[in-house]
Structure formats: structure tokens, C-alpha cells
């Protein structure tokens, strides 16, 4: 299984970007597929995840109304992140869950890729 983030990169703040994950390998579809981010000195932050069937989905908290997660019914899954603020600057990193339920903590995760930098300026 090979997991690839794009689609990051440098934006004003209050505009908007659409990562990508896109994946290898035939078992894709039936794992839930989650967005962690990561920033110099802390640690990888849970973004949102969605289940197999893309019928559950769970954003952070602090991210809700700004950002959402989506997924075709190839390989792919999306994270729209909208209003973007420099605090959102970090390495975004998308996984694969271990099982079909999406899950909010690195450990419920087995594969990664291997991240894609967004960098919101003010």
C-alpha cells in the first residue's frame, strides 16, 4: 500500500486549498483514510478522517466549519481546507486507518505518506 499526499503549498490567508491523497493498492477502499498534521517540536495533530464507505466522517473540533474530508470512489481522498489561517501552516500527512471506522489517533493508523507542506501567510 503507497499513500501520496499533493496539493499543498503557499497560500494567503483566508483562501483555500484541496489536498489529495491518493493510494495504491486494491484493499484501499475498505480502510478509513485519515489527515494529520505536524509542525517543528510538536507532535502529529489529528485533522479528520473518514470511513470506508465515506458515510463517517470526523473533523477536529477546532477545524469544523473550515475544513472537510471527502472521498471518491476510486483511490482518493480530499481535505478542503477553507478560510486558512497561518496557524494551519504545517506538514499534512494522510494514513491509512487499520480498520473501516475512522479512527483520531496516529497509533489506529498503519500506512502514511509522506506529506505535503501548506504554508498560510498573513
Known amino acids: 500500500v503507497q499513500l501520496q499526499g499533493s496539493g499543498g503549498g503557499l497560500v494567503q490567508a483566508g483562501g483555500s486549498l484541496r489536498l489529495s491523497c491518493l493510494a495504491s493498492g486494491r484493499t484501499f477502499a475498505s480502510y478509513a483514510i485519515g489527515w494529520f498534521r505536524q509542525t517543528p517540536g510538536k507532535e502529529r495533530e489529528f485533522v479528520a478522517s473518514i470511513s470506508w464507505s465515506g458515510g463517517s466522517t470526523y473533523v477536529a473540533d477546532s477545524l469544523k466549519g473550515r475544513f472537510t474530508i471527502s472521498r471518491d470512489t476510486k483511490n482518493t481522498v480530499y481535505l478542503q481546507m477553507n478560510s486558512l489561517k497561518p496557524e494551519d501552516t504545517a506538514v499534512y500527512f494522510c494514513?491509512?486507518?487499520?480498520?473501516?471506522?475512522?479512527?483520531?489517533?496516529?497509533?489506529?493508523?498503519?500506512?502514511w505518506g509522506k506529506g505535503t507542506l501548506v504554508t498560510v501567510s498573513s
Open positions: 494514513a491509512r486507518g487499520r480498520s473501516s471506522w475512522p479512527q483520531m489517533v496516529p497509533n489506529e493508523y498503519d500506512y
